[in-house]
């Protein structure tokens, strides 16, 4: 394969896919790349879903200014997008006197950047707010929320294919040639020609850097890990809570997160690691995570714990340096835009940070819009979010709607089907779990795998050898039980792990 594009995105992250969806308003021809068989496959799916509101960051930084602005933008956004959120607000809690003073530190930061609500309430009234927590002080800010961070990159991918963004999954970057002012990138699917291109590759933005020879970023993997605890628990905590942030380069502590599907993160840890994508769990992460929640929340039900899973940020501070550098958003090389460090608050910032490069595009390029860019995109609707009249109406006008696949999270036929259908993504397990949450639940697919492995064979003619959990190297099956019998009698077997 051979194309040619007036801008080409490499990465689709959740910053990728807002840039796309916002060149996506020209009309030129954009181009956005990905590695994995589906967008938002990294951090962009593995984090605790917050809305910030700019409360970390020093006054004048790229990151307070563009979380601040994305922040602000959230709202119209979702609503087009059809995107669910909560302003279910923040408690950053003190259990000291000297940790009020920090406190007021981080008041004071977050009115500098323009945060509005900010208060300091006594532990009296965080009781009232929070009837299971205990602590001295607490700043609340009101404006914070909570959103599914999977849900908000399909859709901005989504939409932006819609008003013709071409998007290619599976195809990873080998390499990059400058071509006087323009680009020649290879792929394992074939070569692209761009007139400028922009690195949104997260983890490896350093290496699609040094493609071109500027090799002077490096990036640090920083693992965090989560706990889940069931829906039963969602009474626990009506707002975020979080810790005095511990002098550590851009982290924020253990915190309890409340999710819109009822469940509570516990989360993440920080760990510094050397391989980029092992996202294991450890036991001595866990064993943190649960005394950081215990700290914040002691009568915390930890026999409710029904997962654990992480993901890797990608830091541009080095472990041993205090504090944390700003995002860099810079044209090093002509038409060559590079996005380095882009961790937290990376995913509230993305629809400022799409604004940005945007305009920094519009001093290249002659950018006329579109008279015809729609910017709704809708979603299936989902069953369990519905009445019981409007299951009742969803079943009568679609049978499908009537057989529930995932019992846990109560996700329909119809839901997986059309999780299936999408335009972006390729068939995979994880392709239906961040869009309908099935595989999400407690019994975590003891239930609706094999029926979603149904439907693939059945509906799509998929084999079940063919069946891929999230990319090419995670078969789902290896063999059916008795060929492994009849293999292992020979000593001829060979396994593969998932």
């Known amino acids: 394969m051979s194309s040619r594009c007036d801008v080409l995105v490499i990465g689709a992250g959740v910053i990728g896919c807002a840039i796309a969806r916002e060149l996506a308003k020209f009309k030129i021809e954009t181009v956005l790349l990905e590695k994995e068989t589906d967008v938002g496959f990294g951090v962009s799916k593995g984090n605790s879903g917050v809305l910030h509101t700019g409360l970390y960051y020093p006054k004048g930084s790229l990151k307070a200014k563009l979380c601040v602005e994305g922040r602000l933008m959230f709202p119209e956004l979702a609503k087009q997008l059809d995107v669910p959120y909560k302003l279910c607000g923040k408690q950053i809690i003190a259990r000291t006197e000297e940790e009020l003073e920090d406190l007021e530190a981080l008041k004071g930061v977050g009115e500098e950047n323009g945060v509005k609500g900010l208060t300091i309430i006594s532990g009296e009234e965080l009781k009232k707010r929070e009837p299971h927590l205990d602590a001295l002080y607490a700043l609340y800010s009101s404006v914070a929320g909570i959103f599914p961070p ?50 949104s590759a997260g983890l490896y933005a ?25 829906k039963n628990c969602r009474d626990l905590i009506n707002s975020m809570v979080y810790p005095v942030p511990p002098k550590i380069a851009g982290v924020l502590g253990i915190h309890l997160t409340p999710t819109l599907d009822g469940n509570i993160l516990i989360g993440p840890s920080e760990e510094f690691i050397n391989e980029r994508e ?17 700290s914040l929340l002691p009568s915390i039900p930890l026999n409710q714990v029904i997962y654990g899973f992480s993901a890797v940020r990608s830091k541009i501070t080095p472990p041993e340096e205090k504090g944390s550098r700003d995002f860099i958003i810079r044209e090093d090389v002509e038409n060559f835009i590079n996005m380095i460090g882009m961790e937290s608050p990376g995913l509230t910032a993305s629809p400022a940070i799409a604004k940005l490069v945007v305009k920094m595009i519009k ?46 999270e109560h996700v329909s036929k119809r839901e997986v089907l059309d999780a299936l259908n999408n335009p972006v993504s390729e068939k995979t397990i994880s392709a239906v779990k961040y869009r309908t949450r099935a595989g999400m639940g407690r019994c975590h697919g003891g239930f609706c795998l094999p029926k979603i492995v149904e439907i693939l064979k059945e509906e799509y003619g998929v084999s079940p050898r063919e069946i891929k959990l999230k990319n ?14 009849e293999s292992e009698k020979s000593g001829r077997v060979s396994v593969s792990g998932c």
């Open 206 to 230: 350093d290496r699609i850097s040094a493609m071109i020879s500027i090799d002077n970023y490096k990036l640090y993997p920083c693992r965090g890990e989560y706990l889940i605890l069931d």
């Open 150 to 199: 999977y849900l908000f990159t399909i859709a901005l991918a989504e939409n932006a294919l819609n008003n013709g963004v071409k998007i290619h999954v599976n195809t990873q970057v080998s390499a990059v040639k400058q071509v006087n002012s323009a680009y020649k990138v290879t792929t394992n699917q074939g070569i692209f020609h761009a007139d400028i291109v922009v690195n």
């Open 363 to 408: 001093k290249k390029i002659d950018l006329e819009e579109k008279t015809d860019f729609n910017p709704i995109r809708k979603r299936t609707t989902s069953f369990s979010e519905a009445s019981r009249t409007e299951q009742a109406s969803l079943i009568k006008a679609d049978p499908t709607y009537g057989e529930i696949i995932c019992r846990c």
């Open 278 to 294: 092992d996202t294991k769990t450890t036991k001595e992460k866990i064993r943190q995570l649960i005394e950081g929640a215990k």
């Open 472 to 485: 090419i190297g995670s078969p789902l099956f290896i063999g059916k039980t008795k060929d492994l019998r």
